[in-house]
């Protein structure tokens, strides 16, 4: 055929519609800060309720991830997220759903090499690449003196 | 006996009938714009399977049986069985096809298994090495998906490039010259690539290898879009379809009257949300061996070209950063012998 | 005032980080997986190089909620950990100040997984 690759993917760009941003960037934000919102609302009520700041900080980060695996269980995340994009992908809920989605979904090849291997398929990288992040700051930490 | 014109042209000269069909599809499937041809709607899209392969295994033997049913026939009286599917080692064919003793040849041609069969089992009926010969293929949504992308559960947005893969199967059974619909000829897809990258726009990846295939053809059997009543392709959905006819008016071929798409007329494309319209080897197999194969029995479609398309990359291919091979099967379909 | 303030500030800044993964996917081919590494990362570096903290002190949930409070959280663990324990704090701070989301998100995501039976996307 009388084409080029890179004539086609020019003609491949044109005729594909972009994402709606109009919408979706609102939505996430709209989303994903009522999500933050709760999220302080939750940080305040556990310091009211007398715990420290770092616990009431780790608690509210436990709280959220239930209920994201929750909403997961039932089926309700993926259909926020349709609409919430980003919003639902970036806060610690996303992080959640990224365990609990394939966890239930392997659950069929078995509980070990299934649902227990697979629960870090999205996590998993998120993991490696933080904790190995971190690590490398703590060295340059250490090496320049600097805590 | 077949005769080869051309490159990649097998005219069919015994014009082998399609005897029976059936299609067998899910509950969103069921909702669409085609609901009342298919032979099995299920509303739940399990079948009431532990899994979702396990589903899939199950709707591509009801299709075959379905389409047994129809002719009348028993499993005995099938010489051969065409059969594939998308997911890994074509399981959905061969767990679902494995007690009904048919002799077997599975087949991979991703979406465009259904064409590739078809071709196949009407091959040899016309060359007399089978009486009656079957094609069958399916895709299920929920097995294709976490397969391919990401689980079910997880909260990602399809890009509007994105086709949704159906759940659907459908069976045809060939047999020797009765009745329309006939097949006269059949032309193999070649594999074309024109560098399209992207999981999430299929159609674009596949409609160089439908145009490269229909190019063929018409070439081949010396002929012009207006001798055909229809030229459908199988799941280029709304981009891939665009650029198709892009693609022929720059060879200077001019399907846009007479093309139309499977993915199209699966869903109601605004009503369902299935964004670029449907994909998957059950879609354009359902379409066929429902509304389409009736229609030309009936005779209200006397000449169509039935393109089915296939994206012939894997999960591994995909994540190594390979671009994506297209594939496109032709059969051209009739109401009556000869021309 | 000082409360309506408080939560305002973490809806726009959280929001904000959202918008920004919205970005992302729309006008990148960056998968959702890439995208929360990268923001992970991001975390880790702004903790790192203490921009983030006044963030934190300004947003409260705004920051912390989002991935890169997570990332934030890794680089704050470290350095805590390395005062204390030298170079042994490199490798166990991250985990320490992480152990709550990662135990929280390892234990429900295999509860849930199991009480519950995978819906049907139609």
Redesign the interface.
């Known amino acids: 055929m009388k084409i080029t690759p890179n004539e086609y993917n020019e003609m491949t760009k044109k005729a594909s519609p972009g994402t709606k941003s109009y919408k979706t960037i609102p939505m996430a934000f709209l989303i994903g800060g009522l999500i933050c919102m709760a999220g302080e609302g939750l940080l305040n009520l556990y310091q009211y309720m007398g715990m420290s700041k770092d616990a009431a900080g780790a608690v509210t980060s436990i709280t959220l991830i239930f209920v994201a695996a929750l909403l997961t269980g039932l089926d309700l995340y993926n259909t926020i997220a349709k609409y919430a994009g980003a919003g639902t992908l970036v806060p610690i809920t996303g992080f959640s759903n990224g365990v609990v989605s394939p966890a239930l979904e392997f659950k069929s090849e078995g509980y070990v090499l299934g649902l227990g291997a697979k629960l870090f398929v999205i996590a998993g990288p998120v993991i490696v690449y933080g904790i190995s992040a971190s690590i490398i700051y703590g060295i340059i930490l250490y090496l320049f003196k600097l805590y | 006996m077949s005769q080869k014109i051309g490159r990649s042209t097998l005219l069919l000269n015994s014009y082998p009938s399609v005897k029976a069909f059936a299609a067998i599809v899910g509950k969103k499937e069921g909702e669409g714009p085609l609901a009342r041809h298919f032979d099995v709607i299920f509303d739940d899209t399990t079948l009431g399977e532990e899994t979702w392969e396990k589903a899939e295994s199950r709707m591509q033997r009801e299709a075959v049986i379905k389409a047994l049913e129809k002719a009348k026939s028993a499993s005995t009286e099938i010489d051969f069985i065409f059969a594939g599917d998308l997911l890994n080692q074509c399981i959905s064919s061969h767990y679902g096809l494995r007690d009904l003793n048919i002799p077997f040849y599975g087949l991979y041609g991703a979406c465009s298994t259904m064409a590739e069969g078809l071709s196949l089992a009407s091959i040899f009926v016309d060359n007399g090495l089978a009486k009656h010969a079957m094609a069958v293929t399916s895709s299920h949504f929920c097995s294709a998906e976490r397969q391919f992308r990401l689980p079910l559960e997880y909260g990602g947005q399809r890009p509007p490039t994105s086709q949704w893969t159906a759940t659907a199967a459908g069976a045809a059974m060939v047999a020797e010259s009765a009745g329309p619909p006939y097949v006269k000829a059949t032309c193999a897809g070649t594999i074309t690539d024109l560098g399209i990258k992207d999981i999430n726009n299929m159609g674009a990846a596949m409609a160089p290898a439908a145009a490269h295939t229909i190019k063929t053809y018409l070439y081949d059997s010396h002929t012009a879009p207006q001798d055909y009543d229809l030229i459908i392709t199988g799941d280029l959905g709304m981009i891939g379809s665009d650029l198709l006819i892009d693609l022929l008016k720059r060879e200077g071929i001019d399907i846009s009257k007479v093309h139309n798409d499977c993915g199209k007329l699966l869903y109601d494309l605004e009503a369902q949300d299935v964004h670029a319209g449907g994909s998957g080897a059950g879609c354009s197999a359902s379409v066929l061996c429902s509304y389409l194969l009736t229609r030309i029995q009936e005779g209200a479609l006397q000449n169509v070209l039935f393109v089915a398309t296939g994206a012939l990359m894997s999960t591994t291919s995909f994540q190594q950063g390979e671009t994506i091979p297209g594939i496109a099967h032709l059969v051209h379909l009739t109401y009556q012998k000869g021309n | 005032m000082e409360i309506f303030k408080?939560?305002m500030w973490?809806?726009?800044?959280?929001?904000?980080?959202?918008?920004?993964?919205?970005?992302?996917?729309?006008?990148t081919?960056l998968t959702?997986?890439r995208?929360?590494?990268a923001?992970?990362?991001a975390?880790?570096?702004l903790g790192?190089i203490g921009v983030y903290e006044p963030l934190v002190e300004l947003?409260?949930?705004?920051a912390?909620?989002?991935?890169t409070?997570?990332?934030y959280l890794?680089?704050k663990?470290?350095?805590e950990?390395?005062?204390e324990k030298?170079?042994l704090?490199?490798?166990t701070?991250?985990?320490t100040a992480?152990s709550?989301?990662?135990g929280?998100?390892?234990f429900?995501?295999?509860?849930?997984?199991?009480?519950?039976k995978?819906?049907?996307?139609?």
Do not use: N
């Open positions: 408080e939560y973490a809806f726009v800044v959280g929001g904000l980080f959202c918008a920004v993964g919205q970005v992302l996917i729309d006008y081919k959702p997986a995208i929360l590494v923001f992970v990362i975390g880790v570096i790192g947003a409260g949930g705004g912390t909620v989002p991935l409070g997570f990332g890794l680089a663990g470290v350095k950990a390395v005062a030298g170079l704090g490199a490798i701070g991250g985990f992480a709550a989301g990662l929280a998100a390892v429900f995501g295999l509860i849930i997984a199991l009480i519950f995978q819906k049907d996307k139609v």
